[in-house]
């Protein structure tokens, strides 16, 4: 994200000294030419403007809002969700790993009916 010359306005000389620990006078340079220089615009992106772009490629269009990481597609994601993932996948390992059982066991036991599949002659 490049920030244009009005991407400061709304953003205080008091939260920049907060994001970047630069003097007060400096910060109310910046605003008043409406310019940050080109290493600050990514903070300032990444800290007030949430676009995780800043700290990789792969990661542009994410953004951190309100305390929810939210995709490109607008889908949002809690801290909680994020760190139930491994288990979600162990759960889903778990499950076809249990499916592949169960027809195991109907193939030994001859129960097993295999689907015939209709070939089109042309």
Do not use: N
């Amino acid at each position: 994200m490049d920030l244009g010359t009005d991407s400061l306005y709304g953003i205080g000389a008091e939260e920049l000294v907060a994001i970047t620990g630069a003097h007060l006078s400096t910060a109310r340079r910046w605003k008043r030419l409406r310019r940050l220089p080109r290493w600050l615009q990514r903070i300032v992106s990444l800290c007030i403007f949430g676009d995780l772009g800043q700290i990789h490629r792969s990661w542009s269009g994410w953004k951190l809002r309100d305390g929810y990481l939210v995709s490109p597609e607008g889908w949002r994601f809690t801290f909680g969700e994020i760190r139930a993932i491994p288990f979600m996948h162990a759960q889903i390992r778990t499950y076809q790993r249990l499916q592949r059982c169960v027809q195991q066991a109907d193939w030994i036991e001859e129960r097993f009916v295999e689907v015939r599949r209709r070939t089109d002659a042309a």
